[in-house]
């Protein structure tokens, strides 16, 4: 367990703010995602307004067409402890 790494709480985002944020940093529209995905633009606006979970398959969907890896969108807001744990 020497090389465990604890992961800190970052900045305070939901996982609908982080699907949101990549999107437009992306400059693409919720009907453009939905569109890449096949998922409808209407539970993007759910997601993006966490009124419905994400879900692993789904957030791996997202994933591959915001080109970013799932736990950036199911975990946002978290960073890795560069400091070994003792």
Same mark, same amino acid.
């Given at each position: 367990?020497?090389? @465990?790494?604890? +992961?800190?709480? &970052?900045?305070?985002?939901?996982?609908? /703010?982080?699907? &949101? %944020?990549?999107?437009?940093?992306?400059?693409?529209?919720? !009907?453009?995602? #939905? *569109?890449?995905?096949?998922? =409808?633009?209407?539970?993007?606006?759910? %997601?993006? $307004?966490?009124?419905? $979970?994400?879900?692993?398959?789904?957030?791996?969907?997202?994933?591959? #067409?915001? *080109?970013?890896? =799932?736990?950036?969108? !199911? @975990?946002?807001?978290? /960073?890795?402890?560069?400091? *070994?744990? +003792?």
């Amino acid at each position: 367990m020497s090389d @465990f790494r604890p +992961a800190k709480r &970052r900045v305070d985002v939901s996982v609908g /703010e982080s699907v &949101r %944020i990549i999107r437009e940093l992306q400059e693409l529209s919720q !009907v453009d995602l #939905a *569109k890449l995905t096949g998922i =409808p633009q209407s539970t993007l606006s759910a %997601i993006e $307004n966490d009124r419905v $979970n994400l879900g692993v398959e789904r957030a791996k969907v997202l994933a591959r #067409a915001l *080109k970013c890896h =799932p736990a950036v969108l !199911v @975990f946002p807001g978290w /960073e890795l402890d560069v400091r *070994k744990a +003792a």
